[in-house]
């Protein structure tokens, strides 16, 4: 089975409605252009608000149910369409996750990943807004295949993503929000770039499957004015079973890319690489440990 | 600390004494270039025997200790280095494995890692001569650090190298024998090539550790006749910590890489990229399971 998914790459501003509106623009641009998956960027309806910890942010927050699965769903249902989105959850008072929603091309809600690895760099405050997810790594069921949805700061651990493809992901999904510090050094950036890179390829790799990952552009500032923002690296790609590119964004520019994948590939690949036939399940119980002894 | 690394890459060939004198010659010119640690390949005493199912073959295996402990040994005292062995382990009558030794410098040995994830491919038939291994992911401590030993098809395994990680590796080092079906595409080649390089440069990341990667050179023909045999693709290499190229050698020549390597950049990362702050133990269970429900 072949599937057209697309990646918006986008900035965003402090506006609400008119990030909102361009997405929604840029979704329908993807949509006429054959996608019937749409993945969008990790808290996509506004700034990284983490960059610095302010009680009045989570203003930002909604439910799910929402104003966002609402709006989006609207959209959904209109183009007939799946949409990945990444909210700022508000499960009660005092209650925040960083969630991603996969809406059903009904509109419908198909299901919720709360990011499960929550950071903490300067900058990069998350610890401050979020509670680690609850959910665990359930991919989530659509018309268009089971998604493994994992964000940003998931995307560096491994079992995340084995945990996902085990229980049935036929791709994984990482809407992300990640750049430079503009104060590094070029080497030190281009390390960490590729790094990141590198981390999701291999992923798709040692699982035999598509991963996609959908990161911001542009610059932000830090409205604390702490620091000298965050030059968000776009570089958004999607990755077949084998870790090779399909698709690759800019660094600098708002993109639409829409891919292609094919999605018996990863039963193709998985005969010649069966990794998943040698695990040494009798000799991983020290995974689950804080550290050696 | 600084630690100067050398990475044999090499051919091997049928006959054993003259395989065993070329390396020793490449550990002399690597410990006078100021090698303080020297990386052999996967079973470099002689040919990639898995290429077919024979019989005969387990006359290759010795005992351990044994003939290559005691002349290796012999080097490592006599040049005062450090040096990873690989080699096919005779444990008994009818059990054999894939076997890492290190050698010490004063030519005792330090330790032994026995290959826990055994492939088997068409030309790759490790499954009828090597039991998986029973040591566990136990790095092997020696005068130049923590060596955390993995083999070959343990490099697709992120599991492998988190728990070696996780049990005071300072570094991981892969002796390995990978090379190309000489009847595949190119572009085939490339990708096996290259996701072979990025799955081990992704564990560097995930880790905050350098990787050593010796893998052998030149074409080796099926003795058995059936298949063209195997072209090793060379492609030796050390990363550093953020997944980065230190050292990358040719996909042709027999080489010997000289690479100095910091351990103390380890630390350092890991303050920068805290991923070991953040791992969800509580939720990572599945892991052992063979599959999803």
């Given at each position: 089975m072949r599937l057209k998914v697309a990646l918006i790459q986008q900035s965003c501003s402090e506006n609400r409605t008119e990030t909102v509106a361009k997405t929604i623009g840029m979704i329908r641009e993807a949509v006429s252009k054959g996608a019937k998956l749409v993945c969008l960027q990790e808290l996509?309806?506004?700034?990284?608000?983490?960059q610095a910890e302010d009680v009045n942010r989570f203003d930002m927050a909604e439910p799910i149910p929402g104003p966002s699965t609402d709006e989006f769903g609207a959209v959904a249902k209109e183009l007939g369409v799946v949409i990945v989105l990444s909210l700022f959850e508000?499960?009660?008072?005092?209650l925040y996750h960083n969630t991603a929603v996969v809406l059903e091309?009904?509109?419908?809600?198909?299901g919720t990943y709360r990011k499960m690895h929550i950071p903490d760099d300067p900058a990069f405050y998350e610890k401050f807004y979020f509670t680690p997810?609850?959910?665990?790594?359930k991919p989530i069921k659509t018309s268009v295949g089971n998604l493994g949805i994992l964000v940003c700061w998931d995307q560096w651990y491994p079992e995340g993503a084995r945990i996902m493809a085990m229980n049935g992901a036929d791709m994984l999904i990482y809407p992300t929000a990640i750049g430079y510090?503009?104060?590094?050094e070029k080497d030190e950036q281009i390390r960490q770039r590729d790094a990141w890179i590198i981390s999701q390829r291999a992923h798709a790799v040692a699982n035999g499957l598509n991963v996609i990952s959908i990161n911001r552009v542009g610059h932000e500032p830090d409205f604390s004015g702490v620091c000298s923002g965050i030059k968000f690296w776009g570089n958004s790609f999607v990755a077949g079973p084998?870790?090779?590119?399909l698709a690759h964004a800019s660094e600098e520019n708002e993109e639409i890319v829409v891919c292609e994948i094919d999605l018996e590939r990863s039963e193709n690949v998985r005969r010649w690489w069966p990794f998943f036939r040698d695990r040494r399940i009798d000799a991983y119980g020290e995974i689950l440990n804080r550290w050696g002894r």
């Open positions: 996509h309806t506004g700034v990284y608000f983490c508000k499960r009660a008072a005092g091309k009904d509109g419908s809600i198909a997810g609850d959910l665990g790594f510090n503009p104060d590094d084998q870790g090779e590119f």
